[in-house]
């Protein structure tokens, strides 16, 4: 499939995708979600990509929000396909296999700040605004915002923010714990990538791990959750990654990990 609304490329076997509508401030629509499922297609199939940076084109916006002038005249049945749509591309950043970072380089409101959200964490530039405005438009969050936004930050700052549909600071962000990291925006890229190379270099298995089991048990009980945990530590000693990265520490070596999955 060729892409005119996003942008794909790899920077060693790190794979960045960009919101590449920047005249719309990078506002997404159902062809911007088709482009997406296809590069998340080819992303999983590509066993050397060990990170994903998702980020927007353009100086403004990492994304604006859902497409207002798509959904204006959208009838109620629309309305529900179009949420679905976006949530289930959401689901799907979730549950890769590989970590996402979320790199806001602006504008991140409405469907963007629920992108954002769906990322496994975020770093923002220091002019980037969050965001739920839909309570503006008449509507709500549509891609999980109400959702996210308060398992991230609590209720009653969820509430606050999908009620007023305030903008906030990255720094704002930051304080009520959506955003890990701010940057001057002229050090953000940098930044971004130097941490997903650390990540990169570490054992695709035991990242895979990571990922997992964070998300499945941030909604079980601790025992649960701990259960979770237990599991997917018996299932690495199944991976070489283990052997190296224990050998290496003994050998007083770096490690080199290989990246084999179970
Ligand atoms: N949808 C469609 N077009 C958008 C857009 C959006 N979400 N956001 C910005 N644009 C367009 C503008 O219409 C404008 O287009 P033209 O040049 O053709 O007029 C262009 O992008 C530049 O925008 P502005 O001129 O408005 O730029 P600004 O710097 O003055 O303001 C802004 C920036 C505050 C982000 C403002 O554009 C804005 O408020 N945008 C809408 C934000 C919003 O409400 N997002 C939520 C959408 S609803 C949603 O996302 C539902 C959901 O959860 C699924």
């Not at 237990?230 to 690495?236: Q, R, T, V």
Request: glycine share 8%.
């Amino acid at each position: 499939m060729d892409y005119t609304n996003i942008l794909f490329s790899k920077e060693g076997n790190i794979a960045v995708l960009k919101f590449n509508r920047p005249k719309a401030l990078n506002a997404v629509n159902p062809d911007v979600f088709r482009e997406m499922n296809d590069a998340l297609d080819k992303i999983m199939s590509d066993s050397s990509i060990r990170v994903l940076v998702l980020t927007g084109e353009g100086e403004k916006a990492f994304v604006a929000g859902a497409d207002i002038s798509h959904m204006v005249n959208l009838t109620p049945l629309q309305m529900k396909e179009f949420s679905r749509n976006g949530q289930a591309f959401l689901f799907r950043l979730e549950r890769l296999p590989v970590p996402v970072i979320a790199c806001v380089n602006g504008f991140a409101l409405g469907g963007g700040c629920e992108i954002a959200m769906a990322c496994d964490f975020i770093y923002a530039s220091d002019n980037a605004k969050f965001g739920q405005p839909e309570i503006t438009l008449g509507v709500i969050p549509g891609f999980g915002g109400t959702q996210r936004l308060s398992r991230l930050a609590g209720k009653a700052m969820a509430k606050e923010l999908c009620m007023t549909g305030a903008m906030i600071s990255a720094q704002e962000a930051k304080d009520i714990g959506m955003v890990n990291r701010v940057f001057p925006r002229e050090k953000l890229w940098e930044e971004t990538m130097k941490t997903a190379a650390s990540i990169a270099a570490k054992g695709r298995v035991a990242l895979r791990a990571v990922k997992e089991c964070i998300d499945r048990g941030f909604d079980v009980d601790l025992q649960n959750g701990c259960n979770i945990e237990s599991e997917a530590f018996g299932l690495m000693a199944t991976s070489p990654d283990k052997k190296e990265g224990m050998t290496a520490f003994l050998e007083k070596r770096a490690p080199e990990f290989k990246g084999d999955m179970y």
